[in-house]
């Protein structure tokens, strides 16, 4: 049985997405998304050289508005949320 | 007073009246809510103290329940719309402590317009679900029998105003997450035109298909919430400027000379026949009121879940990347580092739907796979998208029933994503057309099982879908027999 998703690929995934699987779930997941994606293989039956491609559903282009600074958010609501914050900044661990 | 089962315009004109205070109603829903949300966990967080105290404004004379049909009425709000000062979590443990400093414009709208909320409402964690089983805080019980889920995502909305737990209630549709609960659970519930309704403050799911819409008691109900919500936002650059047309205006009893269309595809091998009784019979009363009914095809409706199912995922890992323990919400202790943080955080605070999705959209966007999936993907919408321009020429709405089965019992479909996915065949190919839609009630499957019928339109023609849902419904409501609710 052809597989379209292997282990190392959903590893990879997961890497890219920043989701931290155990075994059983990386078993569990690549089961599962082995059989989605074969089930996609369905879209193969549709010739398309010739469609273009839909990113937005009803007419519209470039929405644009004036370099304007509007009213906004104050600082204090903006870090109400902050799991750590020095009142300033948001404070985060160091990167590396 | 007995105020169950009152819609908005009825109890408006109770308000108006005098007849009923704004504070007894809300005590009414906050009533019903103590009683039964413990079993049906249709709301997440109860603004109780809050509702009180605007009702209050009304009752002492600070504020006219004559200003607005929505003046001094009670809603509820699915859990994915921003209310400042109020948590708001999308069904997930990522935002279990989230408040937001601003309000969405949806509801900012219908505050404007006078209405009261009455709280949050449960739903499928970041809108990704049919059946409102992959809330972070427990699943919602359908109100018509508790056994059986509400439909997803806006589940907690939709059986909300099943059980008279609000006056009507906003959801969001990305997929059919406001049409296909509102089938399940017995009530109204529309999606507008992608665009019509701003997204500003709706947390996002998948940006070119998301959109809030009423779920109520009546079309009439649904008309109104519509118009309160609709109209151009600068800060939706993707939202629609177009003029809102008068959606109560467009209620009209007849339907004499509408061409309704319906679409072969719908009607599947497999499909549940009590389903397809209900609606058929439905368009039976459609064309005993004068509509010209004629069949159409919309060839392409198989291959509607593949590519949603694509697309969807795909701008889902875009718009989740920004949960990442920084700036608000859950963040895990103790992480190493930064990327561990993230890491943390996010496996923690994601249920496995979700995870599944981000995994998914990730895969198919990725070099090497995305012309395959994503691209290939976004050119099937558009041969969806077309076959819904070609058959509008034959017709003015479309037809259908809205799922192919009527509410499933909790846990059947749990454990297997793609059965999941499969039952969102008669919803998704709209959503990614567009397209408005609403699903109106229209009997019931044995066990007392709500079946809604489902009615599609022309992009902005939110008007003609409200028009053939009022009359159908309008053509029913003395011999269209509800069964009691089942708590």
Redesign the interface.
Known sequence: MSRK?TRE??RH??L??????DESEEAH?TE??D???E??D?????D?RE????????P?QN?F?DDEVRPS?DRE??L?????SDGVS?I????? | MDLSALTIHRLHDLLVKREVSVTEAVRHFLDRIEALNPRLNAYLTVTGEKALEEAGEYDDGRRDPNRSPLAGIPLAVKDVLCTEGVRTTCGSRILE???P??DATAVERLKKAGAIFLGKTNMDEFAMGSSNENSGFGPVANPRDPSRVPGGSSGGSAAAVAADLCAGAVGTDTGGSIRQPASFCGVVGMKP???RVSRYGLVAFAS??DQAGPLAKDVEDAAILLQAMAGHD?RD??S?DQPVPDFLAALNPSIEGMKLGIPREYFMEGADPEVDRCVKEAIGVCEGLGGEVREVSLP?T??G???Y??IAPAEA?SNL?RY????????APD??????????T??RG?GAEV??R???G??VL?SGYYDA?Y?????????I?QDFVRAFEQCDVIVAPVAPMPPFPLGEKAED??QM?LSDVLTLPPS???IPGISVPCGYASGGLPVGLQILGP?LREDLVLRAAYAYEQAVKDTLVHPPLAV
């Open positions: 998703i690929e959903v995934v997961a890219l997405s920043r989701l931290s699987l997941f599962q998304l059989r989605i994606l089930y996609m369905k879209l193969g039956e549709l398309t469609v273009p491609p839909t990113t937005h559903s009803v519209m929405v508005k958010l609501q903006v109400r949320n902050a799991p750590r948001f985060v661990p160091k990167v590396f | 402590h989230f408040v400093p601003y035109t992608y665009g070119s298909l600068p650059s993707t629609v392409h198989e291959y879940v593949a590519a199912y694509i890992s990347a990442d323990g920084v700036k608000y919400g859950l963040r992480s190493r580092d930064l990327t561990g943080m993230y890491r943390e996010r496996s994601f995870k599944r981000i995994m998914l990730t895969y990725s999936y691209k290939k993907a976004s050119r099937v919408r558009t041969l998208r994503p793609l996915y990614l057309a567009g992009h």
